[in-house]
Structures are given as structure tokens and as C-alpha cells.
């Protein structure tokens, strides 16, 4: 559906904001001149020595387009022929990537059914049972999303268990960071605290969602693996030829902890939108607010009501589940105007 001058402000994602006025503006300066084309240019280099200030002196950083294209590359670099992705069934990789992990990787994908989008070690070794068996895939990552698709965030104790139920198996962790900015504003610790310091081995750092134009990261902290990462993001499409771009935009996160404004601010705004329906008729929280998104259970006849007005999406049709998205630019005001159009609707 298209946005036009009839709707107020979204509510359905994240990726529907514009960009931020600082990295529109290192966009801008990114323009001036020439530079050397596919990452050999400062622009490049700033970003990978800031990502180092974030996620610590190991971590290798690699900017790509887009979070789908971030994972292929990540898992890329872990994954043989006959190999298989533990997840969650609610993950992007096995939901809203369009099988690409299956097509471009060739694997298989073992999910696990969750009741809040978080895997747990039990998890881990439930899918074991066919490690050797020449009939069977082999499970060699685990890969979980950070914040995870219902919004929810797993704590740096639950992420380190993970990765040694993992490592003790002899598999890798792996980790969609789609929105990882908003996990870590809302466990109010650092990047490093939720990545490099529980035993993530490559994780993803988006920045789309968080204010750039389009932008995200491949971060590698096995030495071993990133050898790999520029000959797999050239296969994999993700290599810039203006790479500067892209780069400038990341760089632009990175510095003054842009990255954590964006995401508290985009965190906040949904706790108040989610605060906001308490006493709302006939209206329920699904799940935890513990990032941007709010899910919430409501009449089908108010969910019409509000679709007149605003977007969002559908989560469970059946159920009457909904999902509401904040972002960096989203005000009290738009909150508290939906709020009043939800009252309104609920109380007709």
C-alpha cells in the first residue's frame, strides 16, 4: 500500500521512516569529489576503525546493502554443502527472506517453535540426534535474531548460554542484528556487551532500520572466517562500487552514539504507545515491549477502524494480533494521536 498525503504517520515499520538529517548529511559530504571505488576509499576505513571502537579490536567489520544480504554473507562464511541453520520458526531467515537461505546457501533450515521468538541451549540440543548420520543435514550454526521478530530481546547471560550450548557442540552462533541497536538501548549496555563479549562468532549490524538510508554490516570475530568475507560479499551481490555511501552512513551510527539516540528514542516511543492502551477496551499486549515494536490483541472491528487512517501490519489475522513499529522520528505526538484514534475506535 502506498503512503500517501490521507495517512498520518506510520505505525507498520520501521523501514517506512525517511533517513536521519546526520547521516543524509554525511551522504551529502560523501559526494564531494572522487574517490576510490569497492571500499578503498576513507569513508570505508573510518567506518571499520569505528567499528572496532564498538565491538573491540578482534572484530572485523564489512559494509553491505541490506540485512538479507548481511546474513547470506554472515552464514555464508560457517556453512558447507550439507549443512543446516538451527533457528527459531519465527526467524527473518526463515520467514521473510523468500528461502535464501535454502536457494543461494543450499542448506537446511532445523527451526524450533518458541513462544517468544527466543531460542533456549535445550533448544540447541534437541536438533542434534543426526550429527554423523550420513542421511541426515548437519547442524552447524545456530543463528538468532537480536531483537527477535515478536520484539522481544534476549540478555547478555541468555546469548552467552547459547553460544556455549553452541561451541560445545562444535557449532557457531550466528546473529541476525537487524535491530540490534534497539536491544542493546533497551538492556542499556553497549554493542560489544550482547556480541563480542557472550561468544556471537559473526553477527550482523543493521542500520536501515535505525536511520540510514540503506545500509548494513557484516561483523566477523573469528580471524579464520573473515579471510573469506571479501570474496563472499563479491559473490553474494553485496559489494558497493561507491562504497563510500554506504560507509559514510554506518561511520555516521558509530559516532556520538548515534545508533543508541536513534534506538532509545524509537524504544521509548513504543513503550509509550504500549503504556498508552492500558485502559483501553478490549485491547491486550501479545508480548513484552522491549524494543520499537508493539504487539497487541484487538477486535477486528477496531483494527478496521484504524486502518483507515494508519498503517500496520497484521501479525496472527486469527488471533487479531497487530503490529505497531516506532522509529527515530516518531513523536509523543503521533503516539498519543493514534492513542486517541484507538480509544475512539474502541469505544464506538
Known amino acids: 500500500m502506498l503512503i500517501d498525503s490521507t495517512y498520518p504517520k506510520s ?53 553491505v546493502f541490506n540485512g538479507a544480504g548481511a546474513n547470506m554473507v554472515g552464514l555464508s562464511l560457517m556453512l558447507g554443502r550439507y549443512d543446516a541453520i538451527i533457528c527459531a520458526d519465527s526467524a527473518h531467515i526463515a520467514t521473510h527472506e523468500a528461502g535464501a537461505a ?25 536438533r542434534l540426534g543426526g550429527i554423523g548420520n550420513p542421511h541426515e543435514s548437519q547442524p552447524t550454526v545456530v543463528s538468532i535474531s537480536q531483537v527477535t521478530e515478536l520484539g522481544t530481546c534476549y540478555s547478555p547471560d541468555e546469548i552467552a548460554a547459547l553460544a556455549q550450548a553452541a561451541h560445545a557442540s562444535g557449532l557457531r552462533l550466528h546473529v541476525d542484528g ?37 545500509a548494513e554490516a557484516v561483523v566477523v570475530l573469528d580471524p579464520s572466517l573473515a579471510r573469506a568475507v571479501p570474496f563472499l560479499r563479491r559473490q553474494s551481490l553485496q559489494l558497493a ?37 492500558a485502559n ?19 477486535p477486528a472491528e477496531v483494527i478496521a477502524v484504524l486502518r483507515q487512517r494508519y498503517l500496520f ?8 494480533t497487530v503490529r505497531w513499529m516506532t522509529a527515530f522520528d516518531t513523536t509523543p505526538e503521533h503516539v498519543d494521536d493514534f492513542l486517541d484514534d484507538l480509544r475512539k475506535a474502541a469505544s464506538a
Open 11 to 63: 505505525f507498520a515499520s520501521d523501514n517506512h521512516v525517511g533517513v536521519h538529517p546526520v547521516i543524509l548529511d554525511a551522504i551529502v559530504a560523501a559526494n564531494q569529489g572522487d574517490a576510490p571505488a569497492y571500499g578503498d576509499d576513507h569513508w570505508t576505513s573510518a567506518f571499520e576503525r569505528r567499528a572496532k571502537d564498538a565491538f573491540g579490536s578482534e572484530a572485523e567489520a564489512f559494509a
Open 102 to 126: 535454502e536457494r543461494l546457501l543450499g542448506v537446511k533450515l532445523m527451526t524450533v517453535p518458541t513462544e517468544d521468538g527466543k531460542l533456549r541451549p535445550d533448544d540447541i540440543t534437541s
Open 178 to 214: 537487524a535491530r540490534l541497536a534497539n536491544a542493546a538501548a533497551h538492556l542499556d549496555c553497549d554493542l560489544a556487551a550482547i556480541t563480542t563479549g557472550v561468544g556471537v562468532d559473526v553477527f550482523s549490524f543493521g542500520g536501515t532500520k535505525n536511520g540510514a538510508l540503506g
Open 241 to 277: 562500487s561507491k562504497m563510500r555511501f554506504v560507509s559514510a552512513q554506518l561511520s555516521s551510527l558509530l559516532t556520538d552514539d548515534l545508533w543508541l539516540k536513534n534506538a532509545a528514542h524509537a524504544n521509548a516511543m513504543a513503550q509509550r504507545l504500549a503504556d498508552g492502551t
Open 280 to 298: 483501553v477496551p478490549g485491547v491486550t499486549l501479545a508480548y513484552p515491549v522491549q524494543s520499537n515494536a508493539v504487539f497487541a490483541t484487538l
Open 313 to 320: 501490519h497484521s501479525w496472527d489475522e486469527a488471533a487479531g
